[in-house]
């Protein structure tokens, strides 16, 4: 395999990753403008709700069509996601926003390490 088809295979990969860490840390300073009116939970709930809409409105899912287990699934992503939001978002209203994505940000950065199986994804 020749370098330039890995670099542009890589390449929507790697402007993903950038996108989402763009609209973490974007999302991240919008919500804590709010933090006054809404509390750092209010907030979270805002933006899970607003994200819940945007993802209906993208993908279009037949939830109909669902079964107990694809709930339970939906149940425990949401459930997840929003402690995950929540958790940060009390941070955030705690400590300076760079400390606490920073602190947010090294496990899975540290998994990512612990995982890999070249030296060269250690760099």
Avoid: H, K
Avoid at 50 to 68: F, K, S
Avoid at 76 to 85: F, T, V
């Amino acid at each position: 395999m020749s370098g330039q088809s890995t670099a542009r295979s890589t390449g929507p990969g790697a402007a993903m990753v950038l996108s989402a860490c763009l609209s973490i840390q974007v999302g991240a300073a919008a919500a804590a403008q709010l933090f006054d009116d809404l509390g750092s939970w209010g907030a979270s709930a805002l933006r899970l709700l607003l994200a819940a809409v945007l993802m209906l409105l993208a993908a279009r899912p037949r939830i109909r069509a669902w079964d107990r287990l694809q709930w339970r699934c939906v149940i425990a992503l949401g459930l997840a996601l929003a402690g995950m939001n929540g958790f940060i978002y009390a941070a955030i209203q705690r400590i300076p926003l760079g400390t606490a994505v920073a602190i947010e940000f090294l496990g899975p950065l540290v998994l990512a390490a612990c995982l890999s199986r070249r030296s060269r994804d250690l760099l």
